[in-house]
């Protein structure tokens, strides 16, 4: 079944437009409601310039159309919601009853689409849509309109006499057309997008399949997409990246200093604006589900280098080209930039004059004494702060905090403050964390303070990404989302729970009565073992899920579990993140990309990269025979073993996101001399990413040492 629309209605924001049995028909009603706002002449010039008129009530009778359905609709405020993500937004606003789109059945021989009428038909409907998007009244609902009917339209095929129908969407079509006039990668490599004119009917074409794929996008499920390729197959979305990458690059490296008010480049300007928006939904979804390798969104030949010190000088079109298309950026290029980012801020938060804060905290109470002496510094964490330990017998630990000691009690505060016993976070089928939509019922005496926690645990990740410590916690897909400030659609579903998804889709498929499987508007929540039952319409649990409906109840489920249920704790931890790191930082990253930036990289260390950017001291040198042994023992130990070893000498677990090179200070092992194997073992200075290796006899008992060490567990006092 092909996919359908959110819609919007009057009581709740549900409901349908008028009934429409074919595209024109469609193009019927738009230009009727258009006459009856102020007879544009424009308007008037291209209805009669592509020939087409208003249609008499019975000529869809003998036109060989199927029965009338009614045509899903998308409003302005559904739109938004979808391509934006803004919270606080009802989803009964935007999620509808839906049909399926009107078709046309033709035989082989029909021609359904001419070239003339393609053309005809993209200047007519991209111009209305250029038009009226941004118009803000009831002429941006009609636009609505127009583009939901043009999305979903398809004709049915029919290849001969007795064979199946397939079904061809408008979509397809004006793709097909546009790589069958034109080199399409040739026009892309060589268009000038922001001074393009309304009267191109190339142009036209390409808005209108950009303007109607993103509106598929948006509620099209995997399935449609990767397994059904409908409505294009794989490779030709991914000719699409390849070519609208290069047309945008150079719109936005070329022109960023124009004014969007100016007449002469305004229609470019949406051009733009809605080939990007069809990219960014493509970018969403191969970076959750690839369709393509990561180097066909790249742009080798860009200078990330004279990028990065362009966006820190402030220039327009660097700005605006990672703003719009960070993907275009290798990724580690995009970290150097977060770091040179975090740089420049520090140099006005972390200068030699600014003051420096000191906090003691007892090791037996890390949580406790970091909330309150936090807390009390919350306007002040971006600039340096210096940890005493204390132990428990109440004397201050021996050593000099230069970093490490700080290290080694935030990558603490963080494990404790994501451990699940404190009731704010919950784990997925796969163990990746998201919040406790009933946080607020766990171990709190104010229903409130559940949110200030979620808020100091924003601003430990925010301060840990500030410092470039990489912190253990592994989040889920859906809940990384929302700290991007994007919309979860269904999709994300699976990343919460695969079986609830599983059952959607069922419920989508299903060719029976859907009113006799009994369900409402309502979902079923698990409140520490108690069931309870949750309305996600007003008087949801009177209103029944049937064929009609089913579609809007689909997405709203999923809008309640990965959007609803957690939205005042996504709001508080994204402010606590946020008192550290500005979110259009994180916005140069996706998903996994995010991940990977907050708790490194995963899996067996790299030991040839922590080598060549190791250096020696006491006497070590390169060459070394022990140096030697202690590089074959590391590469020989399990990543569990190296993860230690790192959290060992570091203070942290994983790799940093971009390699050893950017471990500072530099990795060092240190020469001790002993006089036997049992002198000593193996001791750290976190401070300085320090390995102090003491001179054993043999191999053996270095490996064994060294492994006796880093499992103990003893921090900085250990000798």
């Not at 043009?150 to 408008?170: M, P, R, W």
């Not at 916005?587 to 040839?608: A, C, R, T, Y």
């Amino acid at each position: 079944m092909y996919p359908e629309a959110p819609t919007i209605a009057e009581q709740f924001g549900f409901g349908d437009i008028a009934s429409a049995s074919t595209l024109s028909t469609s193009l019927s009603v738009t230009w009727q409601k258009m006459k009856s706002i102020g007879k544009a002449s424009w308007a008037k010039s291209l209805f009669e310039k592509a020939g087409l008129r208003r249609r008499r009530e019975d000529d869809g009778e003998n036109s060989g159309i199927a029965s009338a359905s009614q045509l899903p609709d998308t409003s302005k405020q559904a739109r938004h919601i979808a391509a934006k993500g803004v919270d606080g937004v009802n989803v009964s606003n935007v999620a509808s009853t839906t049909h399926r789109a009107a078709s046309l059945k033709l035989s082989k021989s029909s021609e359904p689409f001419t070239l003339e009428n393609i053309k005809a038909l993209s200047c007519l409907c991209g111009t209305f849509l250029f038009r009226w998007g941004s118009d803000g009244g009831k002429r941006q609902s009609y636009a609505m309109r127009l583009l939901n009917t043009l999305a979903f339209y398809h004709v049915e095929i029919v290849e001969g006499e007795g064979d199946t129908a397939h079904n061809v969407s408008l979509v397809h079509m004006l793709w097909c057309v546009l790589q069958d006039s034109k080199n399409f990668e040739e026009f892309a490599k060589n268009v000038d997008l922001i001074h393009a004119r309304s009267s191109d009917p190339y142009i036209c074409m390409l808005v209108l399949f950009c303007m109607t794929y993103e509106h598929l996008l948006i509620v099209m499920d995997d399935e449609e997409m990767y397994e059904k390729e409908y409505p294009l197959p794989l490779c030709q979305i991914e000719r699409i990246v390849l070519s609208l990458k290069r047309a945008l690059h150079e719109a936005y490296w070329t022109y960023a200093n124009l004014a969007p008010s100016s007449e002469s480049v305004a229609f470019g300007m949406f051009v733009v604006e809605m080939a990007t928006r069809l990219m960014r939904v493509l970018y969403n979804r191969c970076s959750r589900q690839p369709f393509c390798n990561v180097t066909s969104w790249i742009i080798a030949e860009l200078d990330s280098n004279q990028l990065i010190e362009e966006v820190l000088l402030g220039t327009p079109r660097a700005n605006k080209l990672i703003q719009s298309m960070p993907y275009l950026v290798p990724f580690p290029d995009r970290v150097k930039l977060f770091q040179r980012l975090i740089k420049a801020d520090k140099e006005i938060h972390q200068s030699e004059s600014c003051s420096v804060y000191r906090i003691r905290i007892h090791r037996g109470a890390i949580l406790e004494d970091g909330l309150r002496k936090l807390n009390s510094i919350r306007t002040n964490l971006k600039k340096r702060i210096n940890v005493v330990f204390v132990n428990s017998a109440g004397r201050e630990e021996v050593g000099i905090d230069a970093g490490g000691l700080f290290k080694e009690f935030w990558l603490d505060l963080s494990t404790l403050a994501f451990d699940l016993q404190y009731g704010l976070f919950l784990t997925t089928h796969d163990q990746l964390l998201y919040p406790n939509p009933n946080s607020a019922s766990s171990h709190f005496s104010r229903e409130s303070d559940h949110l200030t926690m979620f808020q100091f645990v924003g601003r430990i990740l925010g301060k840990a990404l500030y410092e470039g410590i990489v912190v253990q916690p592994k989040f889920a897909h859906f809940f990384l989302s929302k700290l991007l400030h994007s919309f979860n659609q269904l999709n994300e579903l699976p990343s919460l729970d695969p079986e609830i998804y599983k059952n959607l889709m069922f419920l989508k498929s299903y060719e029976g009565d859907v009113e006799d499987l009994g369900l409402t508007h309502t979902v079923v929540q698990d409140v520490f073992g108690e069931q309870k039952e949750v309305e996600i319409i007003p008087g949801g649990g009177n209103v029944p899920v049937t064929n009609r409906n089913k579609t809007r109840y689909i997405h709203l489920v999923a809008n309640y579990y990965l959007n609803t249920q957690i939205r005042e704790q996504c709001a508080a931890f994204r402010l606590g993140l946020s008192d550290l790191i500005d979110s259009r930082w994180l916005q140069m990253f996706n998903e996994p990309e995010l991940q990977v930036l907050i708790s490194g990289k995963s899996g067996k260390i790299d030991v040839d990269d922590l080598k060549a950017n190791a250096r020696y001291a006491g006497g070590y040198y390169a060459l070394d025979k022990r140096v030697a042994w202690m590089w074959q023992a590391l590469a020989s130990f399990t990543p569990s073993e190296q993860a230690a070893f790192l959290r060992f000498t570091t203070s942290c677990q994983r790799a940093p996101s971009l390699g050893f090179a950017s471990l500072t200070p530099q990795f060092c092992v240190q020469k001790i001399p002993i006089r036997s194997d049992d002198e000593l073992l193996p001791s750290s200075s976190t401070c300085f990413n320090t390995l102090k290796l003491p001179t054993y006899s043999s191999y053996k008992v270095l490996r064994a040492k060294l492994l006796t060490s880093i499992s103990s567990g003893a921090g900085f006092e250990m000798t």
